[in-house]
């Protein structure tokens, strides 16, 4: 069963650059069918979709985070990394890794293929 753990800062300053690696075990990155996402939920809002990097290597972003975010892999370490440039307090949030079975854009996959979440708050 493939598993996710995020991890990263919890705390990033406004302007600065947040950083969140994706541990996956159970499974290569590099497998077919693996869309591996991110997503986040802000306090009090619905999940929101930023993201994915497939099996490939190829990226899909939201619109709404695209100039900002990049999202990467090293698959000597079976890790995917989320860059979220020039964040402000609104980009506070859960942020979740996730691995998806289909290159739909938005698509958010079920709660039992997620990691546990990550706080990350933006303050200075």
């Known amino acids: 069963q493939v598993q996710l753990q995020e991890s990263g800062p919890g705390l990033v300053k406004p302007s600065q650059t947040l950083s969140l690696t994706c541990t996956v075990s159970?499974?290569?990155?590099?497998?077919?069918?693996?869309?591996l996402t991110w997503i986040r939920q802000p306090p009090g809002k619905g999940l929101q979709w930023i993201g994915y990097?497939?099996?490939?290597?190829?990226?899909r972003y939201n619109p709404s985070f695209q100039s900002r975010s990049s999202i990467s892999r090293d698959t000597s370490k079976n890790q995917f990394t989320l860059q979220l440039s020039s964040v402000t307090p609104e980009d506070t949030a859960v942020y979740y890794c996730?691995?998806?079975?289909?290159?739909?854009?938005?698509?958010?996959?079920?709660?039992?293929?997620w990691g546990q979440g990550t706080q990350v708050t933006v303050s200075s």
């Open positions: 996730a691995r998806a079975d289909n290159g739909l854009v938005g698509f958010i996959p079920p709660r039992r293929a």
């Open positions: 159970g499974g290569s990155i590099t497998s077919n069918n693996f869309y």
């Open positions: 990097i497939d099996y490939s290597g190829s990226t």
